[in-house]
């Protein structure tokens, strides 16, 4: 696609539900990331990903965060149990290299999650 | 670790006035440096990026950002503004092996006053 497409734009959860938050990136791109903005802040980085492999998880807040990416286009962001801390925009972002180089990253408009 | 302070939460410029941004860094080697721009509801759109070389960089928008290596900072400048600049600026600094992302600062949210 033009752009890094994500879904749903808006998620409202109770506390302890489970949730998936979708990731397209512009084809072809090899580099996706997933980044966590709380309200007033500046995105956090939560992981990366290499084609299908998970290369850096280091950023993920807990064990109830799980992202995959296993054809290595479409990525799946999953909060499970989720907390009232875990209300954020959600953000991916999509780069055509590998590492970062001259093209940076694209990012999608996010999932605004709020948990109730 | 990297870290990028942006000193200035909140900015108001007139319109048609110039206007700078500042935004220092803390990284061991020469970082790679970005602004992006977030309107409300919105993704990150790039306004510019230093990689190497010239240290004045042009970007979108009619913005511009100079890489002060002695300061450790990239400050982001414009010499008038205009209405539809109001939004959300952040500086990131990144490294070449990419793995770990950005890193962004806080953000500094930009007022125009007609």
């Known amino acids: 696609g033009a752009g890094v497409s994500q879904s749903p734009r808006y998620k409202v959860a109770k506390r302890g539900q489970d949730v998936a938050l979708r990731c397209d990136p512009i084809?072809?791109?090899?580099?996706l990331f997933w980044y966590q903005q709380a309200l007033g802040q500046g995105p956090e980085f939560l992981t990366y990903?290499?084609?299908?492999?998970?290369?850096?998880k280091s950023g993920l807040p807990s064990d109830r965060f799980f992202a995959e990416r296993p054809e290595g286009s479409v990525s799946t962001l999953k909060i499970q149990r989720t907390q009232q801390e875990d209300s954020a925009v959600y953000l991916c972002?999509?780069?055509?290299?590998?590492?970062?180089?001259?093209?940076?990253?694209?990012f999608g408009s996010g999932t605004r999650l709020t948990v109730v | 670790a990297q870290s990028v302070t942006q000193p200035d939460i909140h900015i108001t410029v007139s319109e048609g006035a110039s206007l700078e941004l500042r935004c220092n860094y803390s990284y061991g080697a020469t970082p790679y440096l970005f602004w992006y721009v977030q309107s409300p509801g919105q993704g990150l759109q790039l306004l510019l990026k230093y990689f190497s070389g010239d240290t004045l960089v042009q970007g979108i928008k009619g913005f511009e950002a100079e890489f002060k290596r002695s300061q450790s900072s990239f400050n982001l400048r414009k010499p008038s503004v205009h209405w539809s600049d109001a939004a959300e600026y952040f500086c990131?600094?990144?490294?070449?092996?990419?793995?770990?992302?950005?890193?962004f600062g806080k953000g500094t949210h930009l007022i125009i006053q007609p």
């Open positions: 990903f290499q084609n299908e492999a998970q290369l850096d």
């Open positions: 972002a999509s780069s055509p290299e590998g590492v970062l180089g001259q093209y940076g990253y694209t």
């Open positions: 990131a600094v990144g490294d070449g092996g990419g793995a770990d992302g950005l890193t």
């Open positions: 084809s072809g791109h090899v580099s």
